[in-house]
């Protein structure tokens, strides 16, 4: 049976306090609602239908991928929101998947598993349960001494006998398409003003048709996302399935409850991850590396057998047997080639560093190109920015930069070339010279072999 989903997003989230709509709030790296639109992508194969309230901009702008918006007008709760998406999907599929934003930590494994038990279910609707405590505000379940579901309490609207129950609603439910369509109208405004989609479940028992069950494997599946401490809770849940499944996959945590790993990263095996790393964005990082302790990467690519120590690495690309740090920083735009040493302090900006450059500590490179086996002193500065643009330096392969050396751009260093300590190189260097002095000027030819 082909099946499509609704993700319910319209929600207001007053209870976050923050002016940043509740299913924009990051986890692991993502926005919430991306977490829903993911899984049920997965479990259907369909790009799921969102509904959103009015002037959601940045919530369109937020979901990967082409998913279909609905606009709820009004917030008049779920069995509206549902509604709205009758025009689009009415008569369209067979079974329809429902689930909420603030639930973002079910899985595509869970929410294929309800799709298949409402496959086998002859009536017209399959839940997903949990047992919690505390129950988080879920909905009780009542079942009849039979065991036979009777219907779902709102927890406002529950007695004290009721709040008693364990079995809770997690939220997500299977339908059959056009029981839905036909049932939803039906469904009576509540005390607070709206229309809840647990009020089917009332409609289909009364009619004396059977509701299917599946309960969670995983309770921590079942943090819902009201308060932002229910998002730091979400955020440690998050941060344990992706290292767990890092470990499986090959890669070493030392402490994994301090290692912090957003969704879109990437590591190979035999990677070793020290405490305190951070992993943004849509890093990749190779094989037989050790990253950290106390390192943050974002968006960088870091190829095999790699050593990251104490350092910042953003939108920068290293090749294979690189080292970095420890207390570098890697700007936007750096690529360094294989081999490549940046020491303490070093700081390197869209700049490109050949095979087996060495980068001495407190120098800084900006827009530069260094080539092959070029030896930085500590202290060399890249002058790259006259107060209006920026400007290039050059040094060819094999030169050796002295300690403290400001080089002036737009400066070129010839193959070869050195510098003497403290220089200020403010016109090109030609290669295989010696330049020294403030301004510096040659004073000598090299010799190659030297």
Avoid at 28 to 40: F, K, N, Q, T
Avoid at 137 to 166: H, M, Y
């Amino acid at each position: 049976m082909r099946c499509e989903a609704i993700v319910l997003a319209a929600g207001l989230g007053t209870r976050m306090n923050s002016a940043m709509p509740k299913v924009l709030q990051p986890l692991g790296g993502w926005p919430l609602l991306r977490w829903s639109v993911e899984a049920c992508r997965q479990a259907t194969g369909e790009e799921p239908h969102v509904v959103i309230p009015p002037e959601a901009d940045e919530i369109r702008q937020a979901v990967g991928g082409e998913v279909h918006f609905v606009v709820q007008a009004e917030p008049l709760g779920t069995g509206h929101a549902a509604l709205q998406a009758a025009g689009a999907l009415n008569g369209k599929s067979e079974l329809l998947l429902v689930t909420s934003a603030d639930m973002p930590l079910l899985t595509s494994d869970t929410l294929r598993g309800l799709i298949e038990v409402q496959q086998a279910n002859v009536g017209p609707v399959t839940l997903l349960t949990t047992e919690s405590d505390p129950p988080r505000g879920f909905g009780r379940v009542e079942r009849d001494p039979r065991g036979k579901i009777v219907g779902i309490i709102e927890e406002a609207q529950a007695s004290p006998v009721q709040l008693g129950l364990k079995e809770l609603n997690v939220g997500a439910y299977c339908f059959r398409a056009a029981w839905l369509w036909e049932q939803l109208p039906k469904v009576q405004k509540s005390a607070k003003g709206e229309y809840y989609l647990t009020d089917l479940v009332g409609l289909a028992t009364a009619s004396g048709q059977p509701i299917a069950v599946l309960k969670l494997a995983d309770p921590n599946e079942a943090i819902g996302i009201n308060t932002l401490e229910h998002l730091a809770e979400a955020e440690a849940a998050i941060r344990r399935r992706i290292n767990r499944e890092l470990m499986a996959k090959g890669v070493r945590f030392l402490d994994p409850e301090t290692t912090y790993v957003e969704a879109g990263v990437r590591v190979a095996s035999d990677t070793v991850l020290l405490p305190n790393t951070h992993l943004q964005g849509e890093t990749v990082i190779g094989s037989g590396c050790q990253i950290g302790p106390n390192s943050i990467l974002r968006n960088a690519q870091v190829g095999d057998r790699c050593r990251i120590e104490a350092s910042v690495v953003e939108g920068a690309v290293l090749e294979q047997d690189v080292e970095v740090g420890p207390f570098a920083r890697l700007r936007p735009g750096a690529r360094l080639g294989a081999g490549v040493h940046v020491g303490n302090f070093g700081e390197i900006k869209s700049s490109t560093l050949g095979p087996g450059v060495k980068v001495g500590h407190f120098s800084y490179l900006g827009d530069a190109t260094i080539g092959k086996g070029v030896n930085i002193g500590a202290g060399t500065i890249t002058c790259n920015f006259d107060g209006k643009q920026k400007h290039a330096t050059t040094i060819g392969e094999g030169a050796f930069i002295g300690s403290d050396t400001m080089l002036v751009a737009p400066v070129n260093v010839g193959a070869g070339a050195r510098t003497g300590a403290g220089a200020v190189v403010t016109k090109d260097v030609p290669a295989n010279t010696l330049a020294a002095g403030v301004p510096a000027r040659v004073i000598r030819k090299l010799n190659p072999r030297d």
